[in-house]
């Protein structure tokens, strides 16, 4: 089964910060894993993939999170935080070949001026 | 490239009436789609996945026969909440697969929040 667990319900930073976004994975095949992130009134939107090719994977808006199958863990970075950073973000697991994504219970980001 | 549309955005509507939501895939053809509920402040559930031109497969404990899927073309797929109840107020959301460059990737709708009176 496939699960992920993201640490954090709520994480605050100041602007130009970095951000840390916490999710450990569970699953008995090899995952893909992705982060999303939803802004009100928006649709979630693709932050970044793993799918076990490189480990440190990129993202677009300068996130970018780093596959530890050791800790299993894919927890989600960026050097220096940005006001339009401030959403909410899922971590969500697929076993690899199918189309069933499992959704963690989110972290809200807020960003402080 | 990529988008995905529902319609409506917001609906209310009064207990123990019907409400269609529709999802589109704008640009791109999507053999399969997704349906999402997501509660106030939880995470997404998946209800339901939508195949074009073959019934919707429901997850565990979703009522079929509550929560309608019609997926007639390659970039529409319907979710109808028949006689809905208070309960059913919630936050709809779908994704369109897009297949292909590796991974097939699912490409979310903004959501379709109904409020049942």
């Known amino acids: 089964a496939q699960s992920v667990t993201q640490l954090d319900s709520h994480v605050s930073v100041s602007e130009g910060t970095p951000v840390l976004l916490r999710c450990n994975y569970s699953s008995s095949y090899s995952p893909s894993l992705f982060w999303y992130v939803q802004h009100p009134n928006k649709g979630l939107q693709l932050l970044l993939k793993?799918?076990?090719?490189?480990?440190l994977v990129k993202g677009i808006n300068g996130f970018e999170a780093e596959f530890k199958k050791s800790e299993t863990s894919f927890h989600l970075t960026k050097p220096s935080a940005h006001m339009s950073d401030a959403a909410e973000y899922f971590c969500v697991v697929i076993k690899t070949g199918a189309n069933n994504l499992f959704f963690g219970t989110g972290t809200r980001l807020t960003v402080i001026p | 490239g990529a988008v995905v549309s529902q319609h409506p955005s917001w609906v209310i509507c009064k207990s123990g009436t019907s409400v269609k939501i529709e999802c589109r895939s704008l640009d791109f053809q999507a053999t399969t789609m997704f349906w999402y509920r997501q509660f106030p402040k939880q995470s997404l559930m998946l209800m339901a996945t939508?195949?074009?031109?073959?019934?919707?497969?429901?997850e565990q404990g979703v009522e079929k026969d509550k929560f309608l899927i019609n997926h007639a073309s390659l970039t529409l797929s319907t979710l109808t909440v028949t006689s809905a109840h208070p309960e059913d107020s919630s936050f709809y959301i779908c994704?369109?697969?897009?297949?292909?460059?590796?991974?097939?990737?699912?490409?979310f709708g903004p959501g379709t929040r109904l409020t049942v009176l």
């Open positions: 939508s195949n074009e031109g073959s019934k919707a497969t429901y």
């Open positions: 793993y799918t076990s090719a490189a480990t």
């Open positions: 994704s369109a697969l897009r297949a292909g460059g590796g991974t097939d990737t699912q490409y």
